[in-house]
Each structure stands twice: as C-alpha cells, then as structure tokens.
C-alpha cells in the first residue's frame, strides 16, 4: 500500500543518467541499478524518481597519470520520463579535474556533503558484496576483500564524525565474516543496502536490522 501511495507523488520514470568519460579515464557505478557501458559513456538506469526523494548517484573514477595542471573534462547527462509522457532532459554538466601533486592536493577543503554521499553509497556496496560472498561460501576472499576495503573506507572517512557508524558496521562485517550468516540476514544486507543506494522508504512492519540479526548469531 505504501508503494502504491508513491505513485501521486512520482516525478519522473525512465530516469537515466550518464557519465561522459575521457577515453584516458575509467568509471564504474557505485551501485546496484543496470549500467550500460558505451564508448566515452557510462549510463545508469534509474527508473522512476519519487518526488520528495532525491536520489544520489556515486561514480569511482580513475584518472590516468598525467603532468601537473593537465585537465581532464567529465560531462554529465540526465533524461526521463514524467508523468504526463513529456519528455525531461536536464542541462548538460561539466567536471574537470586537474592533475596536482599530492601535496597540493591534500590542501583542498573538504565537501563534506560529496564526502558522506559518497561514503553511504559505498557502504552498501561493501554490504551487498559481503553477503553475495557469504551466501557463496567465499569466506578468505571474503576476509581480504573486507580488510581492504575497511582500510581505504577508514582513511578517507578520516575526520568525518558523521561517517563513524558506517566504519562500524563494516568492522562488525569483518570481525563476522568467518562463518555462514543467516539468509535472512543476508537478505537484510541486500536490502538495506538497495534502500539507501535507491533511497527508497521500507513499509514492511517493524523487524530486525541486519546488524542486530548478526549480533544474535554470534
């Protein structure tokens, strides 16, 4: 019923997004929606966007090395749907990125906001992998994979408070990750992990977290 209530306050369906990449660079999605990979593009389907639910999209970008003060352009492109059947497109969006020592990197201001957005989405990738390789039995890989990340997440969640529970949460995965969880937590990860990325609401009754339902297991 929740999820029928949405459909009054759709704004958009079909909702697409891409990511215009130098031939040099490389981007994946941070996520779990279809990607279409193209050359110079990666596209994102989003399908239908809830009026009162912005939704955040996190792109891993690689850049090539380069020399100092070399720029690379990234474009962003998004298109969809509304409700009447008229078409949306958004204005064309431009990045660039600028190739700097390390030092002189380090010394840019923080946006604490990207940071947090980029830290969430990133987590529930960490989430749903976690429990695709438990419910497989892939426990070593699992253990290496879960250090490596924990290592990287810790370092650029560095100084961000906000960030705290989700570091956590990803050493509780790590201190558990030894031994076959329940399917219903794993499905627990793979959903809270799908509501976040997708922002969408849960209308299912009161139940157990993931994290607690892990916490009685062990």
């Given at each position: ?106 010394r840019?201001?923080?946006?604490e ?29 699992a ?27 990803i ?15 794993r ?30 297991e062990?």
């Amino acid at each position: 019923m929740g999820e029928l209530g949405e459909i009054g306050s759709l704004a958009a369906q079909d909702v697409s997004i891409a990511l215009h990449v130098p031939a040099t660079a490389k981007a994946v999605f941070v996520g779990s929606a279809p990607t279409q990979v193209a050359t110079g593009a990666l596209s994102v389907s989003l399908g239908a966007l809830v009026g009162d639910r912005p939704r955040a999209c996190v792109f891993r970008v690689t850049l090539p090395a380069g020399k100092i003060d070399e720029t690379l352009l990234f474009g962003l492109t998004a298109r969809g749907t509304a409700p009447n059947g008229a078409a949306l497109e958004a204005r064309p969006s431009e990045v660039v990125f600028t190739l700097v020592e390390g030092a002189r990197n380090n010394r840019q201001p923080r946006d604490e906001a990207a940071t947090m957005a980029v830290a969430t989405a990133w987590h529930a990738e960490i989430l749903r992998t976690s429990a695709r390789m438990n419910r497989a039995g892939e426990r070593r890989q699992a253990r290496r994979y879960l250090e490596r990340e924990l290592h990287h997440f810790e370092r650029y969640c560095s100084g961000l408070p906000e960030a705290l529970p989700l570091l956590k949460e990803i050493a509780t995965l790590k201190q558990n990750i030894d031994r076959s969880w329940n399917e219903r937590t794993r499905k627990e990860m793979e959903f809270a992990a799908y509501a976040v990325q997708s922002n969408r609401a849960d209308y299912r009754s009161p139940r157990k977290s993931w994290l607690n339902r892990l916490d009685d297991e062990s």
